[in-house]
């Protein structure tokens, strides 16, 4: 079993910067891709980036070009760099890992964190 925790969420002001980090615990995620979500309040959870383990990354349309994923399997984790963040952007986002390709579905991926809020204000 994989264990995951997020931590950086928080308030921030419109166009500043938040960095999410998600820490595995369990095996190594060295094989897994990984990816992060987020779920506004009556939203469905959807994907915000993802990297496999090679290191393909994809990010969904709305953050391209602020948003950077990117992994240490040395240390187990995943991070997700947000700047120029927006009021659109606030959410619930969770950490997820999946053994095998990266995919872009949230029940696909099998294992996941317990969610960090991150709150932008206009």
């Known amino acids: 079993q994989v264990q995951l925790v997020e931590s950086g969420g928080g308030l921030v002001q419109s166009g500043g910067s938040l960095r999410l980090s998600c820490a595995a615990s369990?095996?190594?995620?060295?094989?897994?891709?990984m990816g992060w979500f987020r779920q506004a309040p009556g939203k469905e959870r959807d994907i915000v980036a993802a990297?496999?383990?090679?290191?393909?990354?994809y990010y969904a349309e709305s953050v391209k070009g602020r948003f950077t994923i990117s992994r240490d399997n040395a240390k187990n984790t995943v991070y997700l760099q947000m700047n120029s963040l927006k009021p659109e952007d606030t959410a619930v986002y969770y950490c997820?890992?999946?053994?095998?390709?990266?995919?872009?579905?949230?029940?696909?991926?099998?294992?996941w964190g317990q969610g960090t809020q991150v709150t932008v204000s206009s």
């Open positions: 997820a890992a999946r053994r095998g390709g990266l995919v872009r579905l949230s029940p696909e991926y099998d294992y």
């Open positions: 369990g095996p190594t995620i060295s094989t897994y891709s």
């Open positions: 990297i496999s383990w090679s290191g393909v990354t």
